[in-house]
């Protein structure tokens, strides 16, 4: 799949097994440590630790029903990703993101609209859902402008899995959001 908006001459791909090592630095530059305090998204204030690894991606890479598309500039650099997998007639939307620098350019925005673009278009899901950080109420917002609303659902944060970070603070917990398609 290739989504090109010609303004920007951003693109879209499908990742393969040769693209994780760059997935990798990516999400860990969007999320972790202070690279990651040069963007809005960072977790680093309740988080330390990885946030995603090699093995992790390849399994979400070669999953079935499972995508990770990549962003990507018209000199191939690596700006954006996001995963996506088939849950039945929904789409389960994660590992959203953008190269510190860049957020707030447009290329989040349009790395979701292509996400469900193809949700809806390639599997015939009726709503994409995700999940979120509660605490994260910026990132929460942004997503409430996008379309998504709170499901009132939650879940645990996974405490005691170094593959999912180490907190620092004990009030963490996942939020469903949710949008038609």
């Known amino acids: 799949m290739t989504d090109v908006d010609a303004s920007v001459a951003w693109t879209v791909r499908r990742a393969v097994a040769a693209d994780i090592p760059a997935i990798v630095e990516l999400v860990e530059s969007a999320y972790r440590g202070d690279v990651s305090r040069k963007g809005w998204t960072t977790e680093a204030d309740f988080l330390d630790g990885q946030r995603i690894d090699?093995?992790?991606?390849?399994?979400?890479?070669?999953?079935?029903g499972s995508v990770v598309f990549l962003g990507e500039n018209s000199q191939g650099e690596l700006l954006a990703c996001c995963h996506i997998e088939q849950q039945g007639d929904a789409c389960y939307f994660g590992m959203f993101s953008v190269?510190?620098?860049?957020?707030?350019?447009?290329?989040?925005?349009?790395?979701?609209?292509?996400?469900?673009?193809?949700?809806?278009?390639?599997?015939?899901?009726?709503?994409?859902?995700?999940?979120?950080?509660?605490?994260?109420?910026?990132l929460i917002a942004w997503y409430e402008r996008r379309g998504y609303h709170h499901t009132g659902r939650f879940k645990p944060f996974p405490y005691g899995d170094a593959r999912f970070g180490i907190p620092k603070r004990d009030d963490l917990k996942f939020e469903l959001l949710e949008k038609k398609l």
């Open 99 to 138: 190269r510190p620098g860049l957020q707030g350019s447009g290329i989040g925005r349009f790395m979701l609209g292509a996400a469900e673009n193809f949700a809806r278009a390639e599997w015939k899901c009726i709503k994409m859902q995700m999940t979120v950080i509660s605490i994260r109420s910026e």
């Open 54 to 64: 090699v093995a992790g991606v390849l399994e979400i890479i070669e999953k079935p």
